[in-house]
């Protein structure tokens, strides 16, 4: 049979992705792939998936796909069977590289591809999604400060590190600053609040 490419989904806990990669790779020898993680669905609920896009035999997908469906106990519609958790499958791939693009764009990713290539992927997506990270980071901050003086900027890049850690985005300086200087900007919490001459200083005098 054809290889070609295949995607799917399905629920399952960051604790899983060892054994789910091995199986990938080893149980079902498909030597592409990419597997990613995200802890959260499309409205920021907590809902742990993976997304799949491997290269194979459409029977070795299908199999691999039950192979899942038993272990993990999954089902089409999750609510209506007692509540299982779900799986799916992308019945025609439109376009691959945004598939490709749209899977990495939390950064947790395990895959065949190369370094340089799953780089490429997550600035892609990163570029696209960033205002939407930035807006969830920002309301998280919001949510876990109550004072009626100033936080201070420390505690507000701690919070920004902790969400980053609870959402699986890859820590890093120029995304928490980027992430400190978007909240106190855009914020209307005055605890929060930054005036211009106070973002010069988080840019250029405190960094």
């Given at each position: 049979m054809e290889h070609t490419h295949h995607s799917?989904?399905?629920?399952?806990?960051?604790?899983?992705?060892?054994?789910?990669?091995?199986?990938?790779?080893?149980?079902?020898?498909?030597?592409?792939?990419?597997?990613?993680?995200?802890?959260?669905?499309?409205?920021?609920?907590?809902?742990?998936?993976?997304?799949?896009?491997?290269?194979?035999?459409?029977?070795?997908?299908?199999?691999?796909?039950?192979?899942?469906?038993?272990?993990?106990?999954?089902?089409?519609?999750?609510g209506s069977r007692g509540g299982k958790r779900k799986y799916g499958r992308i019945k025609a791939i439109r376009n691959l590289q945004k598939l490709k693009e749209y899977c990495s764009k939390d950064g947790n990713i395990r895959s065949s591809y190369s370094e340089e290539t799953l780089?490429?992927?997550?600035?892609?997506?990163?570029?696209?999604?960033?205002?939407?990270?930035?807006?969830?980071?920002?309301?998280?901050?919001?949510?876990?400060?109550?004072?009626?003086?100033?936080?201070?900027?420390e505690e507000i890049r701690m919070l920004i590190i902790n969400w980053c850690m609870e959402q699986k985005v890859h820590v890093r300086r120029t995304l928490v600053d980027s992430y400190l200087i978007w909240t106190c900007q855009n914020t209307e919490f005055t605890r929060l609040k930054k005036n211009k001459h106070e973002i010069y200083d988080l840019i250029y005098i405190n960094n």
């Open positions: 799917f989904f399905i629920d399952a806990t960051f604790l899983e992705f060892s054994t789910i990669e091995h199986t990938v790779k080893i149980s079902y020898d498909i030597e592409e792939y990419l597997i990613a993680y995200e802890a959260t669905n499309d409205k920021g609920d907590e809902k742990p998936h993976f997304h799949f896009i491997i290269f194979t035999t459409l029977k070795n997908c299908i199999n691999l796909i039950q192979y899942f469906v038993k272990k993990y106990d999954l089902a089409t519609k999750g780089s490429e992927l997550f600035r892609n997506s990163f570029k696209k999604d960033a205002k939407q990270l930035k807006v969830k980071c920002q309301h998280y901050v919001e949510e876990q400060t109550t004072s009626q003086y100033q936080v201070p900027t």
